[in-house]
């Protein structure tokens, strides 16, 4: 393992940025490769074409409704998904509320949308000016804002857990397949096949989301309870929302007034100013042996 300085120069600001950013492409990623993500959105894109909201079942025929929806939505879902997880990150290593941080998302994206819209307005002539500039950002920045705030304040808990049942029809053949070890408990709430190699555990609400070597699974659990059933793994608490194999740590790296965890899998993990003399004695030991 080695250790770097990071240059004096970058605000601790935008070194929890980055992080941030990196966090949320990876998690972006992983709805990007889910089945209910494009089911939901595909969903949604055709429920607008068919009921024409804000007049444009009035002014469109459904294919041009169809377009029109396609072109707006598929981009600001995008965009409100990527700002609410790098907000809400960048709130969580800073101890700031969610609500704060998916307030700015809606907001944000809102101005983004908005302008997006008008863009689209060009190329899909409408019969008549339904509403007025004022009118359509009035109503954009109304429905951008509140669905982001709807959407962050309850998709952590209630997000479908189809993706973990579909690994459950395959547990009998891939347990298996495992060696017959005495195991901690933790590893019956974890889909068999992401292995046993635990990198890191972070807190997201009432849940808690493990990557292993193999992938990530959201399990819902508290962190405390997956820490004390962890106890014989080489790690520990470095971060109120955080929980790392000291053995899957690649690199570390100062910044002004904190420490950063570059962990084997790309993951930038923050470092508790609290913690950090007990991180940095528990890393010197585990290179020792």
């Keep these: 393992m080695t ?7 970058q605000t601790e600001t935008l070194h929890l940025l980055r992080g941030s950013h990196d966090w949320a492409v990876n998690r972006f990623g992983q709805y990007l490769r889910s089945a209910r993500f494009w089911v939901a959105l595909i969903a949604s894109i055709l ?7 804000f007049n444009t079942l009035a002014y469109m025929g459904f294919g041009t409704r169809l377009v029109y929806w396609l072109a707006l939505l598929l981009p600001a879902v995008f965009l409100q998904f990527y700002l609410s997880m790098i907000l809400r990150e960048f709130a969580r290593r800073t101890d700031r509320p969610w609500g704060l941080a998916a307030l700015a998302a809606g907001l944000l994206g809102a101005v983004v949308i908005l302008g997006w819209v008008q863009v689209i307005d060009e190329f899909i002539v409408l019969e008549a000016q339904v509403f007025t500039f004022s009118q359509e950002a009035f109503f954009v920045i109304t429905v951008v804002v509140s669905m982001t705030m709807l959407i962050n ?5 209630l997000q479908p857990l189809w993706g973990m049942r579909r690994r459950a029809r395959r547990l009998p053949a891939i347990a298996a397949a495992l060696p017959d070890t005495s195991l901690s408990p933790f590893f019956d709430r974890l889909p068999a096949d992401l292995g046993r190699d635990v990198i890191c555990i972070r807190a997201a609400n009432h849940h808690i989301e493990v990557t292993t070597t ?4 959201r399990v819902l659990m508290r962190l405390a309870d997956a820490e004390a059933d962890l106890a014989d793994l080489p790690g520990m608490r470095v971060h ?3 929980w790392v ?4 740590v690649a690199t570390t790296e100062s910044r002004q007034g904190g420490l950063d965890l570059i962990l084997t899998s790309g993951t930038r993990v923050p470092v508790s100013r609290a913690l950090r003399a007990a991180v940095q004695a528990r890393l010197e030991l585990t290179d020792q042996r």
């Design 245 to 248: 194999n000291l053995g899957q």
């Design 47 to 53: 429920v607008s074409a068919v009921a024409g909201p």
């Design 214 to 217: 193999r992938g990530h699974a």
């Design 3 to 9: 250790t770097q300085q990071e240059p004096t120069g």
């Design 240 to 242: 109120r929302s955080w």
């Design 153 to 157: 304040a309850f998709m952590p808990t």
